[in-house]
Each structure stands twice: as structure tokens, then as C-alpha cells.
């Protein structure tokens, strides 16, 4: 068989079911393998939408999402997804066809170094150089992708070589997620970690999204949670559910920057950080995150993460799960009587805190039911409303992100996931491939105008596939994130409103009839006593769905 037909079969007998791509001239011998092979191809307009894709399919099930694009200009086009799967930890396989190796000497059009372009943003990134170790190679690709820390990695696939008759494969291991392969833990060290929980006084829980990411993470991380009565915060920049919502222990995301997150932590007098990035900021902030003296404990599947900016007193470079449970375990046993009441009154504190707070914030929003336009915090609001339980959520709202994490419950692992870079474009496509991988809950997308225009093109590829996703479109005509920005850092032009280039309008874009354009059922909300019918109806169809929803243009500070 040929080489193409080989790899199809190779990547069908590793249980990839679903090819992202979007076809060139150097892809054709590759997708003329399809021919009598049962993989689902989905095909996107632009590269952005198919990786973007694979990416989200990839987060929400585990395993490996594959994306084919074409050569140096479909690859950079995907470069900004792809470096959102490196922050992820997403097992992405990314392909792209490469010009005839006979011609490359040559420099023919759309040619480059794939690989140079490729290796920043991947675990390994390898060009195919002979057509019988084409299947090899995609066994390693698939092998590295699923090795803890988990990640994407890049193929290049030369046309020629695509056609060149190759041996039948032996069937592939399943390209499912691996058993984590990091060390046990130490009885002393988890004694020591122990030890110094079960004296806190005031102990608190950072979850990062290696939680969400490990199995059983979440439920593991709150009942070790509730049995020390320790207040939870989710890493700066959590883009994925690491504890319930919903949950009285649950304080939120800490805001990525330092004075923000000492402020958070500053009575803290031991803090337990599991599967977080100690920690990715926006902005620079004087100081560090911890007070001086206060034991940090680590617990990191990644040990490029163990002590990367900060220094820590107690590291664990093992599985999240395995680990947060031995320490629960222990932790349960070990506490004494007083220490137990002492837990037992802090979840009693905290639930009452956080009951007023939920109490107050929906008070808030309910209060700005007739205003207008609508504000953000009222179409959070009332999108939480209507939302089936099991829902999930796809976020690149930018602005309205406090809203979004305030309001919407995310009670279930598995029911947010969001652009780990701030990269915009990525969530358009992502819910394609959430949808694809959870097909029985409803995949509701929340997103700023601004970023709908990145990838527009996804509305087609959801049209094609008849996927139920209602993407929510928070329009403020702006890049609101931006003039919010200037405001916060002061700037000249923010006093006197002048935002180079911020400004949507003139012509406003219309984000119905580009939707009808694309086959996809689509309204506009104006008005606050209209959203909730709207959305409602939205979220009912059958097929994809977008709400147009003119919200609030005024500039508030922070980013």
C-alpha cells in the first residue's frame, strides 16, 4: 500500500476517529488515502479553525486530536493555536504536507523549514525523510504527544514520499490518554506535607489545570479540600474546571499579577499548589506571590514547573491524583480532635462567605435587568438561567471573562475550557471539537465580537457538521479588553478617549447575516427583556446558533 494509506490505517488502529484539516495541493496523496477509511474528515476554511479543533477535542477527551494543514503558510496561519496547545498540555498531532522532496533544493513556492517552524511550540517535531518511516515516526509522534506532561508535536509529510509503496502496518497501540508515569511519592515527604496542614490555621488550595487535566483530579482535590477546610483559588489564568463552581470552598481565579496574588494569599500561613504554573502573569507587578516564610507546598507532574520562578519548601514531581490522595488519606487520619473542629469551623466561615457573596453578585446582576444596552454581568446572568446542568463552556470573551467565571456555574469537570494564551480565534474552532468529543452535552461558546472576527470561518465547518453549539457573542463594538488596558496603566489617551484602533464601527459588523451567510441560525438582542426567550431559543436548536448580544461600551479598568 502506499505510504498515505498506511498512516490512515496506522492512525484508524490507534482510535483516531476524527481528521481536522484544511486540504492544499501538497495534502492531496495524503487525503486521497480517505478513500475506504472510515476517519471522520472535518473540514475547516482556514487553519486556525482546524487546529483550533483538534485542540479542543483533544482537552475535552484526553486523547490525541489530529489536524493536517498545508506547508510554511497553513502551518503559520496555525502557529498562534498551536502555541495555545503547548500551554495547555494538549496532545495535538499536528500534520502539514510538504512540497516534493525533489523540488525543495529548488525553493519552490509555499516550501520552508517546516520543522524550525513547528519545534517552538511542540514536544518534537519531525519531517518525514524516507516513506518507510513514515509509520514509525507517527508511533513516536503519538507516543510523545500522550507522555506526561502531555503535549503537541508536529509531523511533516513530503507529497512524494506519500505515494511510494510501504508495507502494511501492524495495528497501533490506542492513541488514548497514558497511565501518568511520574515517581511515587515518599512516605516522609507526604508525612512533612501532611504535617504542615494539618497545623495551618489558615491554609489555603491553588488549583491549576493539571487538576482538571488528571483523572479524577477534581473529585480528589475538593475532598482533600473540605477534610482541611482550606479556601480554593484557581491558578492565575485557569482556563479549565479544577474544583466545582459551585462549591462553598471556592474563591475564584487569582489575577495574574503578583501584588494581586500576594494580596489573595497574604494570610495564608501554608499554601498547597496542585497542577498550576507557579504562575504565568500578564502584567508586571512588583514583588513575589508568597509572604515571606510561609511553606508552599508543590505538587507538578511537569518538574520544569517545580521552583520555575519562586522558590518552594516541599516539591512533588509525581501524578496529581495519586498524590493528592495519599496526602488526603493521611491528612484524615492524622488530624486531631481540635484540628478537626478547627476544619469543620472554617468550611462553616467560608460557606457563609461564600453565600453572601453569590447572594450579592446576583443581586448585582439582577439590578441591571433593565439597562441599556445590556450589561455583561446581567447576560452572564441570565445565560445561567437557561443553561441545561451538564453544559459546557467555551470561552474567548475577553472583557466579559469576570463575568463569565462570577456567573456561570461549572459544577461538572469537563464544563470550561478557555485560551490558555489570551490567544483569540482559538475558542471558535475549540468548540467544534469539544462538541465532536462530547456529543451528548451542550457546548455553548462565550466570546467577544473582536475575537469572532479571528475565525469566523469556524460558523461554516459547525454549519457543515450540524454540531448544536450556540456560540453567545458579547458585542461592545471594541476591543473593550484593550481600552480597559490604557485605563489601567494610565495612559494619556484612555483620560481623553482616544483608542487607536479599538473602536468596531463604521462599519459595524453584522453578526447575523455573516452567520445566515454561513448556515447558521442567528439573532440580535437589544434589549434585556428579550435575552432570555433568545437564548433559550438558541440553545434549543438543533444545529449551530449565535446571539448577537449589544452590550455595554463603556471602559471600566482592569485587563
Sequence with gaps: ????????????????????????????????????????????????????????????????????????????????????????????????????????????????????????????????????EAVSALQRALTIALTPPTGPVFLSLPMDLMTEEVEAPAPLARAAPSAPRPGVPGTADVARACGLLAGARAPVIVAGDGVGRAPDGVATLTRLAEVLGARVYGEPIYRRTNFPGDHPLWRGGLYPSPPAVRKALDDADVVLIAGADVFTWFLHGPGGPFRPGVPVIQIADDPRQVGRSYPVDLAFTTAITPTLRLIGDELTERLSDPQRAAAAERRAQLERVRADFVARTRAAAEAEAERAPISPAYLMHALAGVLPDDAIIVDESASSLPHVLRHLPFKRPGSFYGSKTGTLGWAMGAAIGVQLAEPRRKVVVTIGDGSVMYAPQALWTAAHERLPITYVVANNASYAILKAGMATLGLAGAKKGFYPGMDLTAPEVDYVRLAGSLGVRAVSVQKSRELHDALAESLAHRGPSLVDVSIDRGVKGGV
Design 1 to 132: 500500500m502506499h505510504a498515505a494509506a498506511a498512516l490512515m490505517t496506522a492512525l484508524r488502529s490507534a482510535g483516531v476517529r476524527h481528521l481536522f484539516g484544511n486540504p492544499g495541493t501538497t495534502e492531496l496523496p495524503f487525503l486521497d488515502a480517505l478513500d475506504g477509511s472510515d476517519l471522520h474528515y472535518v473540514v475547516g476554511l482556514q487553519e486556525a479553525t482546524v487546529v483550533a479543533a483538534a485542540d479542543g477535542y483533544a482537552q475535552a477527551t484526553g486523547a490525541v486530536g489530529v489536524a493536517n494543514v498545508h506547508v510554511a503558510p497553513g502551518l503559520a496561519n496555525a502557529l498562534s493555536i498551536l502555541h495555545n496547545a503547548a500551554r495547555s498540555r494538549s496532545p495535538v498531532l499536528l500534520t502539514a504536507g510538504q512540497q516534493d522532496t525533489r523540488l525543495l533544493v529548488h525553493e519552490p513556492i509555499l516550501a520552508g523549514d517546516l520543522v524550525r517552524m513547528a519545534e517552538p511550540f511542540t514536544k518534537w517535531a519531525h519531517e518525514i525523510g524516507r516513506a518507510d
